[in-house]
């Protein structure tokens, strides 16, 4: 069933790739910004690899889909995207992109993190999950818990002047069994030109159909018209 949302005011979403977030998430993120939340973005990779245009580089190609994640989270309200730089299709859940990740939550000091799914679903006919996606999410979840609580973990962002920071709520994304649905009626038309942003990816004139078909589908779980659907965590 829908959950009342707590009175939060700093929200953070990690994600592999430019878009994801506009995939996943962009109505709640409308409903946040809407509401006066301070939103920011942590995008893992460079976004090098989404393209079968023969012509295009994988320089080219980075510089255009960070300039589309800017203008998507310009649509959203965004307090700031944060790129990462990471090589597209080759993010692993290293170390070093934990500590990367954990650098921003305590910069930003979110009280909810978004996040997606650390596992492999195979539950879709024609897509078997990227592993890009599976990597953001198992290195989100492992910054939020312990590496950003903890003040001697990775002790340089210390001498960087970032104190640890305790996340109050992560909101998992395609979850099998989600637990908190948003109503973001009042939002879709925001979401969707925030997704049609990102031209290099989207080409369907149709997509906003699709998006409120999905939407659409989750809100009939709850009685909304459109929602969007998280398994939520409580942290202490």
């Known amino acids: ?30 409903k946040w910004c809407a509401e006066g939340w301070d939103v920011v973005y942590v995008v893992c990779t460079d976004g090098s690899k989404g393209s079968a245009d023969p012509s295009m580089t994988s320089i080219t190609l980075s510089q255009i889909r960070e300039q589309e994640q800017r203008n998507a989270g310009n649509v959203l309200g965004l307090q700031d995207v944060v790129f990462l730089n990471y090589e597209d ?19 930003y000091k979110p009280d909810v993190l978004i996040c997606g799914t650390p596992m492999r679903r195979l539950s879709y006919n024609g897509y078997l999950g990227h592993p890009d996606h599976i ?42 069994e989600p637990d908190n649905f948003v109503d973001v009626t009042s939002h879709m038309d925001t979401a969707i030109k925030a997704l049609k942003q990102h031209e290099t990816q989207v080409t369907s004139d149709d997509v906003g159909t699709h998006m409120k078909q999905w939407r659409s589908r989750t ?5 909304f018209r459109y929602a969007e659907g998280f398994r939520r965590f409580t942290l202490g």
């Open 219 to 223: 809100g009939q779980k709850v009685g």
């Open 135 to 176: 990597a953001a999410g198992e290195a989100a979840l492992s910054a939020v818990f312990p590496s950003a609580r903890d003040r001697l973990t990775f002790p340089e962002l210390l001498d960087e002047g970032l104190e640890p920071h305790n996340v109050s709520e992560v909101w998992v994304m395609d979850h099998h």
């Open 1 to 30: 069933m829908a959950q009342k949302e707590q009175a939060c005011r700093k929200g953070m979403v990690v994600f592999a790739h430019a878009d994801d977030a506009e995939w996943g998430c962009s109505g709640t993120v409308a």
């Open 89 to 107: 299709s080759m993010l692993e859940p290293s170390l070093e992109l934990r500590r990367d990740i954990t650098r921003q939550i305590r910069r």
